[in-house]
């Protein structure tokens, strides 16, 4: 084992307690789920189409499900997307397209009814929109 030094240590005929030791510390990989950095996006995005999505301080990048919706095919996926109703009504699931938006659908009827104007900023709801039958890679 590595004797960590302090200022502590230092001081002539003083010893480190045995409870002020370091011990190895273990930390759990993040999840796919959790993992925003560039590599993770790089491979997702090799070869297969993805969108790149935002929910308040979270971005997912879900790679596109022919006519699957972004919600089942994000929470398939391992994403924790916030969602209630699963019908277009609370507005929960609403998240921020950032890249890929051509691999969904026209917006629903429900989705304009639900986000008016946002949809313009690029405001969807992941459980209305779906991905196109045929995806452009
Ligand atoms: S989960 Fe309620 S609108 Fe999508």
Known sequence: MRKQLT????????????????TPIHTKPASPANRTDSRSAARLQGGQASVRVKQ??????????????????????GYPVAYKCQQG???????QLMEGGSCLSS?????????G???TQGYR????ST???????
């Open 7 to 22: 200022v502590g240590s230092l001081i002539t005929g003083r010893s480190i307690p045995t409870t002020l030791q370091t």
């Open 56 to 77: 308040r301080d979270q971005v997912f990048h879900v790679h596109a499900v022919p006519r699957e919706t972004l919600l089942s095919a994000a929470l398939a996926q």
């Open 89 to 95: 009504h609370c507005g929960k699931c609403t998240v």
């Open 107 to 115: 917006p629903t009827g429900q989705e304009q009814q639900k986000l």
């Open 117 to 119: 104007s946002k949809l």
């Open 125 to 128: 709801l992941a459980c209305q």
């Open 131 to 137: 991905f196109r039958s045929t995806i452009q890679k």
